[in-house]
């Protein structure tokens, strides 16, 4: 009923940047966290960053000072602007929502995945 599409994914060279989207669609009544993580092969799924509905904010330490969530409620979207890439950011990246539904139960949503090539 939920559904998750992310979209910005792309080769880029290191030193560039992209931003990343991540379209919340469906019936729901708001969504209280939304996260940004990534994985690449033989590697566990890393959070990367969080962001509430009041927009505090969580980053790891691997990206900070490089990487900024946001969202826009209105658009039901979260964003992660990501700058100075590098050739290990290569990786799938996901985004999450925990969700509250309409019959206000909470649950948590994946996206399906964009890939991020970071290669010169």
């Known amino acids: 009923q939920v559904h998750l599409v992310e979209s910005g994914g792309g080769l880029v060279q290191p030193g560039g940047s992209l931003r990343l989207s991540c379209v919340v669609s469906?019936?729901?009544?708001?969504?209280?966290?939304m996260s940004w993580y990534r994985q690449s092969p033989g590697r566990e799924r890393e959070l990367l960053a969080m962001?509430?509905?009041?927009?505090?904010?969580h980053y790891e330490d691997s990206i900070k000072g490089r990487f900024t969530i946001s969202r826009d409620d209105a658009e039901n979207t979260a964003y992660l602007q990501m700058n100075n890439l590098k050739p290990e950011d290569t990786a799938v990246y996901y985004c999450?929502?925990?969700?509250?539904?309409?019959?206000?139960?909470?649950?948590?949503?994946w996206g399906q995945g964009t890939q991020v090539i970071v290669s010169s």
């Open positions: 999450n929502a925990q969700i509250m539904t309409e019959t206000m139960s909470q649950n948590t949503y």
């Open positions: 469906g019936r729901f009544f708001s969504a209280n966290i």
């Open positions: 962001i509430t509905r009041g927009g505090s904010t």
